[in-house]
C-alpha cells in the first residue's frame, strides 16, 4: 500500500504563486479561476497545491510545508537561478524570497523559501549525523551558544526579532571583552566573531535595515583570519558575498518589501 501527502497551501492570488513555481521549474498541472481559485503544480515527485482567499494576508501567514532531498545544495542552485532569470535578481527579502543553506541543529542542511502567497517550503537534506530530528542541546560556551540559538530563531522558527537579541548580547559581550572589561575567558575565538558578525548582517539585510547590514559586513571583513580559519568560515564567506551582491541591488522583491 503507498501513500502520498499532498500540501494545500493558501493564497491570495494564484497567478503570481504559479508563476513563481514556473520558475523553480515546477510544472503547472491545474489551474482554474471558477468556481474558485486553485492550482497543481509539479516538480519530480514533489506536488503542491494552492487555494485562492481573497482575504488572506501572504505577510502574516504561517502556512508551509517540508521537503526532504538527497541533493539541497543543487535544488538551491538551481532554484536561485530561475528565480534570477525570471525576475532580473534573486529576492532574498519580502515576499517571495529565498534563503541560504545552512547547517540545522536537528541534523540537517536545508533553506527556506517563502513563495508570493507567504508559504514557507523548507528544504532539507538529513546529513549523516545521529540526530533524531531535535534541536541538539545549546553549547554551554557563550559564543557557540549565542550561534546555536541564533540560527535556530533565524533559519528555522523564522523569528528574526529573537536572533537580534541573542545576536547583539553576543557582540555586545565581545565588545566589552575586547575592551576589558569582560570577563575572563569571554572574548569570541575570530571565528566565532565572523560568524556573529556575518548572521547579524543576514538578519539586518531580511529585516530591510540596508545601512546596519553594510556596518555588520565591513566590521566583519576587517576581523583577522589565518588561512586556515577562512576555509573554516568558506560557507560564511559565501554568504557574506551574496548579501553584499544583494545590497548592492537594492530593494529586490518583485512584489515588494513586505
Do not use: W
Not at 1 to 17: A, S, Y
Not at 20 to 28: Q, R, T
Not at 136 to 159: G, T
Request: charged share 25%; aromatic share 6%; net charge negative.
Amino acid at each position: 500500500m503507498t501513500e502520498k501527502t499532498i500540501p494545500l497551501l493558501p493564497c491570495q492570488t494564484i497567478q503570481p504563486v504559479v508563476d513563481f513555481y514556473s520558475a523553480l521549474g515546477f510544472e503547472i498541472t491545474f489551474i482554474q479561476k471558477s468556481p474558485y481559485a486553485y492550482a497543481v503544480v509539479e516538480r519530480g515527485d514533489v506536488e503542491l497545491q494552492f487555494f485562492g482567499m481573497k482575504k488572506y494576508e501572504p505577510s502574516v501567514s504561517f502556512s508551509g510545508c517540508y521537503v526532504l532531498t538527497d541533493d539541497v545544495d543543487g535544488m538551491h542552485s538551481a532554484f536561485r537561478a530561475g528565480l534570477k532569470a525570471a525576475y532580473g535578481k534573486i529576492p532574498t527579502r519580502g515576499l517571495p524570497r529565498i534563503g541560504p543553506v545552512k547547517e540545522m541543529s536537528y541534523g540537517v542542511r536545508q533553506f527556506l523559501m517563502t513563495d508570493p502567497g507567504g508559504n514557507t517550503i523548507r528544504i532539507g537534506q538529513p546529513n549523516d549525523t545521529d540526530s533524531d530530528g531535535h534541536h541538539q542541546p545549546p553549547p554551554k560556551e557563550p559564543y557557540a551558544r549565542a550561534l546555536h540559538l541564533a540560527v535556530a530563531f533565524a533559519d528555522s522558527k523564522e523569528d528574526l526579532g529573537a536572533a537580534v537579541k541573542v545576536l547583539d548580547r553576543a557582540l555586545r559581550d565581545a565588545e566589552a571583552s575586547d575592551g576589558g572589561l569582560g570577563k575572563e575567558g569571554a572574548s569570541p575565538t575570530a571565528v566565532q566573531l565572523y560568524r556573529l558578525l556575518v548572521l547579524r548582517a543576514d538578519v539586518a539585510q531580511r529585516l530591510n535595515d540596508i545601512e546596519e547590514a553594510r556596518g555588520l559586513l565591513d566590521r566583519a571583513s576587517a576581523v583577522g583570519l589565518t588561512p586556515a580559519e577562512r576555509t573554516e568560515v568558506s560557507d560564511d564567506t559565501g554568504r557574506a558575498a551574496e548579501l553584499l551582491e544583494s545590497l548592492t541591488d537594492g530593494p529586490d522583491s518583485p512584489a515588494g518589501n513586505e
